[in-house]
Structure formats: structure tokens, C-alpha cells
Nanobody, 126 residues
Framework: QVQLVESGGGLAQPGGSLRLSCAAS????????MGWFRQAPGKEREFVAG????????RYTDSVKGRFTISRDNAKMTLHLQMNSLKPEDTALYFC???????????????????WGQGTQATVSA
């Protein structure tokens, strides 16, 4: 079955960096667009970044543009999120997710995804 396992979260100072990873198994990783979402306490889950199957197209929510970079290694079946210039408002539980359809490109709505990891916590605080 599909399995997504995130890692790399932790505590960072404002202005610092974290690199999240998501190890995928149970499906043909290179056939699906992938995404990163986050959820802060008391808030809805929000789209952070998405990447197409080949890794040639990416999209980001406005608040992370220029600071975060999504990438993928299809040979290693791994998704990454490099987070730089971190802000306290980036504090959240971060999830990776797989889109439902092989034909789909990047998607921003959670209902377009059918598999989720358990999340990794990123905390930005001095």
C-alpha cells in the first residue's frame, strides 16, 4: 500500500533553515505529482508547495515564495522541501501528499490528494 514518511523537522531560529524529506513507497512515485501541506494549531491545513511528475514545474503559496524550494528524486522515490529564511509563522506540522490521478499536475486543494504522511513538526522560535 501507499506509504509516505516525512522526516527532517525540528527547531530552528528565525532566519534559519530546515530540510524536510518524504520517503515514498507502494506506488510508482515518478507517475504522480506531489505536494507539501502544513497545519498550525487551530488552523486549517494549507497548501505549501507542489511539483509535477518530472520535477520540471513547481508552484508555491505566496507566503513561502523565494524562501522554500520543493524538489524530488524519482530514482530514490523521495520528495524534499528546503525551507530557508524561516519565520515564526512557518511553525506547523508539515505533510507530504500524493495526488489522486496520474494525469494530474500540481494541485493546491487537499481533496486532490489521496495519500498523506503522518507529518513532521517544524518549529521556528528564538
Amino acid at each position: 500500500q501507499v506509504q509516505l514518511v516525512e522526516s527532517g523537522g525540528g527547531l530552528a531560529q528565525p532566519g534559519g533553515s530546515l530540510r524536510l524529506s518524504c520517503a515514498a513507497s507502494g506506488f510508482i512515485f515518478s507517475n504522480y505529482a506531489m505536494g507539501w501541506f502544513r497545519q498550525a494549531p487551530g488552523k486549517e491545513r494549507e497548501f505549501v508547495a507542489g511539483i509535477n511528475r518530472e520535477g520540471s514545474f513547481t508552484r508555491y503559496t505566496d507566503s513561502v515564495k523565494g524562501r522554500f524550494t520543493i524538489s524530488r528524486d524519482n530514482a530514490k522515490m523521495t520528495l524534499h522541501l528546503q525551507m530557508n529564511s524561516l519565520k515564526p509563522e512557518d511553525t506547523a506540522l508539515y505533510f507530504c501528499a500524493k495526488v489522486k490521478s496520474e494525469d494530474a499536475g500540481t494541485r493546491e486543494m487537499p481533496y486532490s490528494y489521496d495519500s498523506w504522511g503522518q507529518g513532521t513538526q517544524a518549529t521556528v522560535s528564538a
